[in-house]
């Protein structure tokens, strides 16, 4: 609904900083490819090693894809709409994962099957066995991002599913299709536009992914832009590489809004108030638990269970237990002035986009969003350069690294909280300003309150996502600034077992901690009643 009252100036000011911010990794990357020039820009882009690494990067996010799929769909359809004992926890614990950072999740695959000194490998050592297959690779990237990514194409189906009209699969019915028909010719159909943007966010994510093709070995554009930025002082190569990741991404992210442009989202009817009818498993509950248990093993259980075997087994060693505190604080205190910053600077993007939508609204909607298809390792290159050469004074300190995650994280916070505010009247709003309140008290008293659920689960997923990150973290935080991300790196790097697995414990509590909020916000928003406001007025 487009307003008649003409936007507030101090969030067109907000705004607008945020799309001039949020557009500075692009203009480095310009400045770079135009410093290069035409002749060496072009050698630089056709040699084979480079073409190389694009056809692995383009071919991991297709496989990462296709295996996500394979296993949210069937992981939805279980939770969502049958009779599967104990749905409700395999809800929660299918979505976990997520709060598992790639690369812990790596370093537990690694500590697991690697070739020597792994878990397996041990168990294996009497038998004679001292030296296990590769698992480094194509093999293990792929694995690894897979069962840490793909809860984001899951909750994406779980919401498709969940807006399915429920009299569309009777009328199927009652023209003879069986259920194992009715789903593949009803359902399954329904749910593409979920099931490819989905799919898209996890390709996304898998081109975004710094630690596991690192720790694997793999030549992806993430680490070879790390590896060409630490071992030359020539960026020049880094930046090709990196413009031509940006290309991919952005195709991808121009893929994913033909795909969300041209679906079509239909509100459920009066009919469709009823639940949907919940698919009776009868025997085969027993091999849907099986693969909801493999898949929950492998995303929660196996990182879990092999940190605390290396802590345990580096204990009983004389290991020596980090002192920890120092990086749980840095990685808490840095995360949480990146949410409170995001989502700070989020609310004006997402009130002008909702409430006051017009071509420049739109244009600065757009732009935050930049910053969400791009790597934190192009990000980290970018502030890196701007702090070195026109603000020294910021480089290597908190506040470019908080702003560096608020570049990379604002459009989590801005879909959060555009989603809860599209389902506030905004005739309350304008109930507030008759009653003489101006634009700030009306965003203060009636608003903020409104949204509320909204800000603060687009807060806890900014945190969550924020101490996670790894690159953007290793260029830019301050000298002596440790956080878990980098002592599980540095830990996992060095093939030091034990001191990962301490980092590795820590983060996998924090993350998961949050990962329950969110889940927890995400309940409450679904069976809140909108509240009422109280408007005070003077006599």
Known sequence: MKSSVRPPLFLILAAAVVAVAITLPLVYLVIRAVGIGGDEFWELISRPRNITIFFNSAAMAATVTLFSTLIAVPLAFLTVRTDLPGRNFWLIATTLPLAVPSYVGSFALIATLAPRGSFLQLLLAPLGVEELPSIYGFPGTVLAITLFTYPYLLLSVRSGLQGIDPSIEEAARSLGYTSRESFFKVVLPQLKPSMIAGGLLVALYSLRDFGTPSLMRFDAFTRAIFIQYKASFNRNTAAVLALMLVALVLLILWLEYRVRSRAAYYSRGSASLRPPKIVKLGIWKWPAMAFCLLITSFGVVLPVGITLFWLIRGLNTGYNF????????????????????????????????????????????????????????????????FGANYLPFLYQTLPMLVFAYLVLFLPQSVGTVRTCLLQVNPQLEESARSLGRNSWQTLKEVTLPLVRPGVLSGAVLVFLTAIKELPATMLLAPIGFSTLATQIWQA?????????????????????????????????????????????TKL
């Open 322 to 385: 980090p002192n920890l505190l120092p990086s749980i604080l840095n990685s808490v205190s840095a995360a949480g002035l990146a949410a409170i910053a995001t989502t700070i600077f989020a609310l004006p993007v997402a009130i002008l986009s909702v409430r006051f939508p017009t071509r420049t609204t739109a244009i600065i909607e757009r732009c935050s969003y930049v910053g969400f298809g791009l790597p934190g390792i192009v990000v980290a290159l970018s502030l890196v350069f």
């Open 492 to 536: 996992t790097e060095n093939v030091d077992f034990a001191d990962a697995a301490a980092s590795s414990l820590a983060m996998l509590l924090v993350s998961m901690g949050s990962t329950l909020l969110v889940l927890s916000q995400e309940n409450i928003k679904k069976e809140q009643v909108t509240p009422p406001v109280e408007i005070k």
